[in-house]
């Protein structure tokens, strides 16, 4: 618990540049948040912007993440930039190069599979997207990534931690945002020990962890 207070107070610390303080301290300091904070290394951009990436996906844990950033007023400006991120299942191409004399229905159902994958990707982006403006974020602050991956044999997990671990890498962000716990389903799930993966892979940036 103190390793945890110390943290909050590391937050205020780095946010109260950007007047954010009062509206930090009241939802870290409140006991019902159950945001858990960990920063890899100080925020401190060379200018008051924040450059955020929110991952999303369809569980609980990433509307909560999704409601931190907004409780938290991060991108409430327009100089800010809130990217929401999210990782979507392809099959392999050698997939849809089945022989027609093993049928095509299973060449179909693999192009259903992955329609279906980022279709859910799709809509899981847009209701992050309402949910953002409707929070009073401009809609010039908020960028929308679809990431589209090959499946893998381990799960789908693996590609949306690599997935995730490449725009986070490639991208200048001064804070990546993520849902600690994911949908019950591991085929609706994005977040989770994915969360892990990307912390190991964090090394001098911000991650904040959302319970």
């Known amino acids: 618990?103190?390793?945890?207070?110390?943290?909050?107070?590391?937050?205020?610390?780095?946010?109260?540049?950007?007047g954010l303080r009062r509206r930090l301290e009241k939802v870290l300091m409140d006991r019902e948040a159950r945001a858990i904070v960990t920063f890899i290394s100080n925020l401190q951009p060379e200018d008051d912007t924040v450059k955020?990436?929110?991952c999303v996906d369809a569980s609980g844990s990433s509307d909560r993440a999704i409601s931190r950033v907004t409780e938290l007023g991060l991108g409430h400006s327009k100089s800010n930039s809130v990217t929401l991120?999210?990782?979507?299942?392809?099959?392999?191409?050698?997939?849809?190069?089945?022989?027609?004399?093993?049928?095509m229905h299973a060449n179909e159902l693999a192009s259903a599979w992955s329609q279906k994958s980022r279709s859910a990707g799709e809509e899981?982006?847009?209701?992050?997207?309402?949910?953002?403006?409707?929070?009073?974020?401009?809609?010039?602050?908020?960028?929308?990534?679809?990431?589209?991956?090959?499946?893998?044999?381990e799960s789908r997990q693996v590609a949306a931690a690599a997935g995730l671990i490449e725009e986070m890498t490639s991208g200048n962000y001064d804070l990546v945002v993520i849902g600690r716990r994911g949908a019950k389903h591991l085929s609706e799930n994005l977040i989770g020990s994915v969360a892990d993966k990307v912390i190991r892979a964090a090394s001098g940036r911000s991650v904040l962890l959302v319970d």
């Open 1 to 18: 618990m103190e390793a945890s207070r110390g943290n909050i107070f590391t937050v205020i610390d780095m946010i109260r540049r950007r």
């Open 52 to 54: 955020l990436l929110l």
């Open 85 to 103: 991120f999210t990782v979507c299942e392809s099959l392999p191409e050698h997939v849809f190069e089945i022989s027609e004399k093993v049928g």
């Open 124 to 153: 899981a982006l847009a209701q992050a997207k309402a949910k953002l403006l409707e929070s009073g974020l401009p809609e010039s602050a908020i960028h929308i990534k679809l990431y589209v991956a090959d499946a893998t044999p």
